[in-house]
């Protein structure tokens, strides 16, 4: 199973909130998820990135729940930045233009 999840640079906070419930629920197959961030300045091949900077770190209590979201150090995931904002659309359109850079990223077979 791959998860793939598709973000924009100006939601921080959902994809916070939504990486922080995924460490709760103790999810631990993180180099089988990619995250697709559109809306960025600059293009980026796909790479490894710390989950940490995908965070809003300074999320203290949001919401009625409570929400803290954590530094997590040592867990990484495979990240594609792309200058395209097209919503659902950005995450659909790199997975076809690009491979996931092997870490193992497990791209899908030609």
């Not at 791959?2 to 419930?21: D, F, Q």
């Not at 203290?60 to 990240?79: F, I, M, N, Q, Y």
Request: net charge neutral; glycine share 6%.
């Amino acid at each position: 199973m791959r998860a793939v999840i598709n973000s924009a640079a100006g939601y921080a906070t959902p994809r916070s909130i939504l990486l922080e419930s995924l460490v709760r629920s103790r999810f631990d197959r993180w180099d089988d998820v990619l995250v697709v961030i559109g809306g960025e300045a600059a293009e980026a091949p796909p790479a490894r990135c710390p989950l940490d900077s995908l965070l809003d770190l300074g999320i203290r209590e949001l919401g009625e729940d409570k929400w803290t979201v954590t530094s997590h150090p040592g867990v990484a995931v495979t990240c594609i930045r792309t200058k395209e904002q097209s919503f659902d659309y950005h995450g659909f359109a790199a997975l076809h233009r690009r491979r996931p850079a092997r870490k193992d990223a497990h791209a899908p077979p030609s």
